[in-house]
């Protein structure tokens, strides 16, 4: 496909596909106290160190019998003894005996099961048992969760809190992972002005940068503030030699367009090398990529909407793939539309609204109202993307569109 200034337009998938087989992952590591380490991605697999569990144990509270001995039901045992977690029973369960058991509690030697203390009643030290019970029933077997040496977890894992708690339950104190990538970032525009500065005609607030800073500090990597860079070919020289140079990532925005003061592209072109820079999709034609003095280059369009899904489908996935993990495959799925909605053929959309569960239990989504790509608002107040395919035209209430949820894992699982 091809624009209207006879420049090649990717499609999306494609333009996703060249992004993420150019991204080279980070290769330095560090070594970090497991407390430390959450939302880094390992650097090499990790074994356990121990058993997990550690012994048979109970599955419930109860008592730890001979399940040979409840066949004839009811069954009367002698209670010897008790075993708690943390202080087991240290003697052996004979024919007709049975031990008091908590949750956790070590099975005792010539027990083969438990059973609940619902199912019993005790009368001073004998235990009747009202149901026979299967060898086996309420025993957690040694190991059945990790086995000494066994992969806990597989290089280039990205921890979530709950890896933390299984690293320490197979005795992992510290963690080898990969270095944070540095995020660079500046925008571009003489329009662009600080917060708490006085806006005076044709001038804005500069809010891609707060939302871009949000979205990189939200993988947990390390954004690189380098300001607003005037639209001038020599400043944005410097500072694109400066960025490429200091960080592994170097995102803008602004400048990507084909305007008489947008020199982003032709200045990658002089500087470094130019993968792609438009895309059929919308919001965001405009869109570069590239790489200079070895960093990755995302140039995204100035418009904040544009920006933030550009960031959302192009980059997020390639910084994840940079920090040593596997890019998550989007969560997408069938909703009903509540009302219509306006698409003209040509292009992908990633229009915005809010997803709903109807009476019926089926899920439903109503677009926003204004979709152009200045109304940040629209972004702020939706939840979803609408997902609609370039051949496909104007939808009305009740027709099924796919959804794209903003909240869903950015971080894939290795196999």
């Avoid at 992952?25 to 407390?35: H, N």
């Avoid at 009643?121 to 040496?149: C, K, L, N, Y």
Wanted: with cysteine.
């Amino acid at each position: 496909m091809t624009g209207s200034d006879g420049a090649e337009l990717l499609e999306f998938d494609e333009a996703r596909r060249r992004i993420l087989e150019r991204i080279e992952p980070v290769t330095d590591r560090q070594t970090l106290a497991l407390s430390e380490a959450l939302g880094r991605v390992l650097a090499e697999s990790v074994a356990a160190r121990v058993d997990v569990p550690g012994h048979d144990n109970s599955a419930m509270d109860g008592f730890a019998l001979r399940a040979a001995d409840t066949g004839r039901a009811p069954a009367r045992l002698a209670l010897v003894g008790d075993s708690f977690a943390g202080h087991p029973f240290t003697g052996m369960v004979g024919p007709g005996e049975c031990v008091r058991i908590m949750t956790g509690g070590v099975l005792p030697a010539g027990a083969d099961s438990v059973v609940m203390q619902e199912k019993c009643s005790r009368d001073g030290e004998t235990i009747r048992v009202s149901e026979p019970v299967e060898a086996g029933h309420h025993v957690r077997r040694a190991d059945e969760d990790f086995a000494r040496g066994a992969t806990v977890l597989p290089a280039d894992h990205y921890l979530r809190p709950a890896d933390l708690g299984v690293l320490a339950s197979v005795g992992v104190a510290q963690v080898d992972v990969y270095r944070r990538p540095r995020v660079g970032f500046f925008s571009t525009g003489d329009e662009l002005r600080g917060l708490g500065e006085t806006l005076e005609p044709g001038q804005i607030y500069d809010s891609n940068r707060y939302a871009l800073q949000a979205l990189v500090q939200s993988l947990g990597l390390t954004f690189v503030d380098y300001g607003v860079v005037r639209d001038e070919p020599a400043a944005l020289r410097d500072a694109f030699d400066q960025a490429s140079r200091e960080c592994d990532a170097l995102i803008t925005s602004g400048g990507v367009s084909v305007g008489a003061a947008d020199y982003v592209v032709d200045i990658l072109r002089e500087l470094g090398e130019i993968g792609f820079w438009k895309v059929a999709v919308k919001p965001g034609k405009p869109f570069a990529f590239g790489r200079m003095n070895g960093a990755a280059f995302f140039g995204l369009p100035g418009n904040p909407v544009s920006a933030v899904v550009g960031f959302m489908q192009y980059v997020r996935p390639a910084l994840v793939r940079m920090s040593g993990a596997q890019p998550a495959d989007a969560l997408r799925f069938t909703a009903r539309l509540s009302g219509p909605l306006r698409k003209s053929p040509g292009r992908l959309e990633f229009q915005r609204g809010r997803l709903d569960m109807a009476a019926d239990g089926q899920p439903t989504v109503t677009p926003f109202g204004h979709q152009g790509s200045g109304v940040l608002r629209s972004m702020s107040q939706a939840d979803c993307f609408l997902v609609l395919e370039p051949d496909s035209g104007d939808r009305a209430a009740s027709d099924a569109v796919t959804v794209e949820p903003f909240s869903q894992p950015v971080w894939g699982f290795v196999s």
